[in-house]
């Protein structure tokens, strides 16, 4: 079975600065991964993903995500941190079913 | 999303009782699933749907159901609720099967199991 897990369940960050968020995955085969952004009381919106294209995939809202197989890695970044990026952040991965995993997700808060 | 809506949006009830929340999607996907949203557990899924009257089970099915008799509709059924289905639910679509075409959720419907 595939998982997926996110390293900080909080991360925080001032303004303008670096965000990274930790996503790591367990595959036999190669996966298809997927970052999801949730905003207080709505539902999941789909930043990025990769499908094996290139591995660094570029997203919505300045982020970007880089999969690196030889650490089964796929972090997420953007350059600056934007006081609207606070939310809670979930890593995904596609399973032996083809069902999305997805891991315990990071909250990003983000300090003016 | 505009094009899946769930309702209710928030819902308090018994133990005991049976509660039934709707997925309702304009989009004419085929797949449909219903997750639960648990602190440090991410979404879980509970069942899912790959047409008219077809479902299977998830990862955390014990003590729910489900019933998608029309393509735009997938119903969740709590048959008896208790304390520990307290939590905020989603339901999701998508167009075809296999995640690298991703899923739109809805927008959740918050239980509390009292």
């Known amino acids: 079975a595939q998982s997926v897990t996110q390293l900080g369940s909080h991360v925080s960050v001032s303004e303008g600065a670096l965000v990274l968020l930790r996503c790591n995955y367990s595959s036999s085969v190669p996966p298809y991964l997927f970052w999801y952004v949730q905003y207080p009381n709505q539902g999941l919106q789909l930043l990025l993903k990769y499908t094996s294209a290139a591995t660094l995939v570029k997203g919505i809202n300045g982020f970007e995500a880089e999969f690196k197989k030889s650490e089964t890695s796929f972090h997420l970044t953007k350059p600056s941190a934007h006081m609207s990026d606070a939310a809670e952040y979930f890593c995904?991965?596609?399973?032996?079913?083809?069902?999305?995993?997805f891991g315990g997700g990071t909250r990003l808060m983000v300090k003016p | 999303d505009a094009g899946i809506t769930q309702s209710p949006r928030h819902k308090v009830t018994e133990t005991g009782t049976p509660v039934t929340l709707r997925c309702h999607q304009t989009?004419?996907?085929?797949?449909m699933y219903w997750y639960r949203q648990d602190p440090g557990h991410g979404l879980r899924l509970i069942h899912y749907?790959?047409?008219?009257?077809?479902?299977d089970k998830g990862e955390v099915s014990d003590g729910y159901s489900v019933s998608r008799s029309k393509t735009e509709d997938f119903l969740l059924t709590l048959e008896s609720a208790t304390s520990s289905q307290t939590s905020v639910y989603f339901c999701a679509i998508s167009e075809r099967q296999g995640a690298a075409y991703g899923y739109t959720f809805g927008s959740g419907t918050r239980l509390t199991v009292v």
């Open positions: 989009e004419n996907h085929r797949y």
């Open positions: 995904a991965v596609n399973n032996a079913g083809n069902m999305l995993t």
């Open positions: 749907s790959y047409g008219v009257k077809d479902t």
